[in-house]
């Protein structure tokens, strides 16, 4: 049995359905991350609260992205008025 799957090329076949799958859920939860990130700072914003977050997962920024924040971690710092 082991013989006749290597033989037809269905190892190969489930790994680049297994990869595709990944890549889909990845984009997927990254879309989602997006949209949380986005109500999160637009939530900040409307109450007047300074969001320090870490730089979005595939962006370009080193460490000057969203609030600044080179160091890392997430936090939320209260604007003095």
Do not use: D, I
């Not at 033989?7 to 890549?23: D, H, I, R, S």
């Not at 109500?39 to 600044?68: N, T």
């Amino acid at each position: 049995m082991e013989a006749f799957m290597l033989k037809t090329g269905f190892y190969e076949k489930v790994t680049q359905l297994e990869a595709q799958q990944l890549e889909e859920g990845r984009e997927e939860r990254e879309a989602r991350m997006a949209e949380f990130r986005a109500e999160l700072e637009r939530q900040a914003a409307e109450r007047g609260v300074k969001l320090r977050l870490p730089p979005a997962p595939g962006s370009s920024s080193s460490g000057a992205g969203a609030g600044g924040n080179a160091g890392g971690g997430s936090s939320v710092e209260r604007q003095r008025q």
